[in-house]
């Protein structure tokens, strides 16, 4: 249990995006407070056009509020530009998308490698080759991406998201190009991680079934959070 005295991991506060459009300004967000801590585990539900993915966007930095304010371990996003973002993200956020995103001409050992070395870590090798093992590819490491499965893909751009050992991992509905069986696989190897690191897990989904396996769900509608609730999982 998280000391009620700890901050949040991540943390908003009023948040709102509104974006343009040929027919005017669309609210996608609208005043959303929200606190996550260290270790939890949050899925998120709603219909599409919710705003599921665009709060993924906002808490993981990769679009700015257009108001309120976004906090991760402490750090506001307010004043940071984007260099200071990229860092935050490069080293404390990992992120699984459902279209996995790795790079066709490079192997999966330099996919995993590939945000360390951007980082200028010199064990980036090593330590991407640790993340592949960890995830059951260790017989994949010279493997293209055309060469793997879409599960095998899948569990290369989770190695990548953990290869810097980021306290927050963000996974935007990661078994949507998966079929059942695989999807279940590698929802089990992510609560299996979160498990053994204590990492904070946000994941977005339509299944309901999987938002259920987290601690706690949100559901959305309209951009805002309709409902907060408590879950009681069998597989954590």
Same mark, same amino acid.
């Given at each position: 249990m998280n000391d009620q005295n700890t901050l949040p991991l991540v943390a908003l506060k009023g948040v709102e995006l509104t974006?343009?459009? #040929?027919?005017?300004?669309?609210? &996608? +967000?609208?005043?959303? #407070? *929200?606190?996550?801590?260290? /270790?939890?585990? *949050?899925?998120?539900?709603?219909?599409? /056009?919710?705003?599921?993915?665009?709060?993924?966007?906002?808490?993981? /930095? *990769?679009?700015?509020?257009? +108001? /309120? #304010?976004?906090?991760?371990?402490?750090?506001?996003?307010?004043?940071?530009?984007?260099? =200071? +973002? =990229?860092?935050?993200r490069g080293t404390g956020i990992g992120i699984v998308f459902q279209d996995f995103h790795l790079v066709p001409n490079m192997t999966a050992l330099e996919n995993v490698a590939l945000p360390l070395e951007l980082a200028g870590d010199n064990s980036a090798f090593e330590r =991407?080759?640790?993340a592949l093992d960890e995830v059951g590819l260790a017989h994949r490491h010279s493997h293209y991406p055309g060469q793997l499965s879409g599960g095998e893909q899948q569990r290369t751009a989770l190695a990548r998201a953990l290869s810097t050992t980021p306290k927050? &991992?963000?996974? #935007?509905?990661p078994t949507g190009n998966l079929d059942g069986d695989t999807g279940a696989r590698i929802m089990d190897l992510m609560f299996d991680v979160h498990a053994k690191r204590g990492t904070t897990l946000i994941l977005v989904t339509h299944e309901d079934r999987l938002a259920q396996r987290c601690r706690r769900r949100i559901a959305m509608a309209d951009g805002r959070i309709v409902s907060d609730s408590q879950n009681h999982p069998t597989v954590d």
């Open positions: 974006l343009g459009s #040929d027919a005017g300004p669309v609210e &996608i +967000l609208r005043g959303i #407070d *929200l606190n996550v801590a260290q /270790g939890e585990t *949050l899925g998120i539900v709603g219909p599409s /056009g919710s705003g599921k993915t665009s709060l993924l966007m906002i808490i993981a /930095g *990769l679009e700015r509020a257009s +108001l /309120g #304010d976004v906090s991760i371990d402490g750090q506001s996003f307010g004043n940071l530009d984007e260099d =200071a +973002l =990229a860092q935050i =991407a080759r640790t927050l &991992i963000i996974a #935007d509905e």
